[in-house]
């Protein structure tokens, strides 16, 4: 009786959203128990039905704590494993990244609360668009922090035949809806009828998922290409030490030794512990040992503007038969950059590391060539932001994406991380290229399946065949506009639905 009581006496209103945002990333790689999804939805919408604007906003903030809490935890291990700070403070710093992610999070919510949360058909309509804008605003606003996305789930399930035609986020939007529906079962139990109305809506949806994974929507380019992959394994802690520099340079050039019969070769994220002018005698000699393989090789490197001493760029260039040189754009917190290092430089000062100081390139910039051959390079974490890898692709044949994720240890974020450039290729149906430091480094076909992998935290080449592709999928071409349109007119709808 005395736990009886203590039970009875919890406010599972609050305790409900936490859980439910837990489990989340537990929908998501490495666990992939997608079905998980539509639980957290329907709690979700259960917790907010009747709730006024500030409990929407609070739960929803609740909620965001324990989503990001448990996904983005990540995030501690680049601050105090490789930031060299104290643990408090790297869990402090932490802590305040997840609640200002949760505070964005919660935001559109406070339209539920104020509006529509009293009418099951409203909370029906609302919520999932509701969603979808606030996966919309998170690439956006201060940057953007694109992470935790439904849809990444769903690359197996039948819903990964919408990707290509509404991208990552519009298969959210069904995976929100079919949650949803699963609360309005419980919400519009008075009305039989009308609560089986979403579920032959989530069947119709899911059917025409599994009819469009049969829909070639690009087509074979020339002839396929031949890649090698090195994946270096350089431990964090010794990346920018000068008594390593030697060793890590043997180390890549042994492994590329054993690469030279492919047509490419693929170094990961700043391989060469150098900046770009300090490296060139390098990049001489490996551009004429690509020459004389008749090979291009491709990889990561620190970019030093000899204009500004303190500009420094995140770089990806080829080499040999491959020409071009890439700035990346879109910056990661705390390991490319420190948030909010101008207004607390002097607390901040202990974050003195070679990759903090980074300047994100423009805009604007072409891709890399091999041939005729076009590549739509990302670096790191600008993979995660779907509407610029499709801009970027939209020219290109194929998608090559470079990375060092040992930054995150043995943490989960690597493996979303690999997911997520998994439904790049699926949503602009290109072949893509994933080299990284210590793993997973990949090559995946244009249905975002990976056709070869290597391990984790191992020194490991990587060598298969990948297509080029020319076309354009629907997501290509229109981008993530046209369902966050639809999401704001549904919005407006269940106002009127409200109303009536």
């Not at 983005?72 to 997840?98: C, D, E, H, K, R």
């Not at 694109?146 to 509404?166: C, M, T």
């Not at 071009?324 to 590391?353: A, C, E, M, T």
């Not at 604007?364 to 801009?391: K, R, T």
């Amino acid at each position: 009786m005395h736990l009886s009581s203590r039970l009875s006496n919890i406010d599972w209103r609050w305790l409900l959203p936490a859980l439910a945002g837990a489990i989340v990333p537990l929908s998501l790689a490495p666990f992939d128990f997608w079905p998980l999804a539509f639980i957290s939805l329907g709690t979700f919408s259960l917790v907010l039905f009747q709730a006024d604007a500030k409990q929407a906003f609070w739960r929803s903030w609740v909620f965001g704590l324990g989503m990001y809490g448990v996904g983005a935890s990540w995030v501690f291990v680049s601050i105090y494993q490789f930031g060299n700070v104290a643990p408090a403070f790297a869990l402090l710093l932490t802590v305040l990244f997840v609640v200002v992610l949760s505070t964005v999070f919660a935001l559109p919510f406070i339209v539920l609360g104020r509006w529509l949360s009293r009418s099951p058909l409203g909370m029906l309509v609302a919520l999932p668009a509701l969603w979808v804008i606030g996966e919309w605003i998170r690439t956006w606003l201060f940057t953007g922090f694109p992470w935790l996305y439904l849809g990444y789930g769903h690359l197996q399930s039948w819903l990964a035949g919408w990707a290509p035609v509404v991208g990552v986020m519009g298969v959210s939007f069904i995976v929100a809806v079919t949650g949803g529906a699963l609360a309005f079962l419980w919400l519009g139990r008075e009305h039989k009828t009308w609560a089986v109305v979403p579920l032959v809506v989530c069947a119709l949806l899911w059917g025409t998922g599994a009819g469009l994974q049969s829909v070639q929507w690009t087509q074979t380019y020339r002839q396929p290409v031949d890649v090698g992959i090195a994946q270096g394994n350089i431990p964090q802690d010794k990346k920018w030490d000068p008594a390593f520099l030697q060793p890590t340079l043997e180390r890549y050039f042994s492994m590329t030794d054993q690469l030279w019969d492919n047509d490419w070769v693929i170094w990961p994220e700043a391989a060469m512990p150098l900046v770009y002018h300090q490296a060139l005698p390098i990049i001489d000699e490996l551009k004429r040992q690509a020459l004389r393989n008749d090979a291009a090789l491709i990889t990561g490197v620190l970019y030093d503007s000899r204009n500004d001493s303190n500009t420094y760029y995140n770089s990806i260039v080829g080499i040999g038969l491959g020409a071009g040189i890439y700035h990346k754009q879109r910056l990661v917190p705390f390991g490319d950059y420190v948030p909010l290092r101008d207004w607390f430089g002097p607390v901040l000062s202990i974050f003195n590391l070679p990759m903090s100081v980074l300047k994100p390139g423009p805009s604007n910039q072409q891709g890399l060539q091999v041939g005729e051959a076009l590549i739509a390079p990302s670096i790191c974490y600008e993979i995660a932001y779907p509407d610029v890898v499709a801009a970027g692709a939209a020219d290109a044949h194929i998608l090559i994406t470079i990375s060092n994720d040992a930054w995150f240890g043995a943490s989960i974020g690597p493996l979303q991380h690999m997911q997520i450039a998994q439904m790049r290729a699926l949503e602009t149906g290109r072949y893509l290229i994933r080299a990284t430091n210590n793993g997973v480094s990949a090559l995946v076909n244009d249905k975002g399946e990976i056709t070869g992998r290597t391990d984790r935290f191992v020194q490991q080449t990587l060598k298969g065949t990948v297509e080029l592709r020319s076309g354009m999928t629907p997501f290509m071409r229109w981008g993530s506009e046209p369902i966050v349109f639809l999401c704001m007119l549904l919005v407006g709808a269940a106002f009127f639905v409200v109303r009536e």
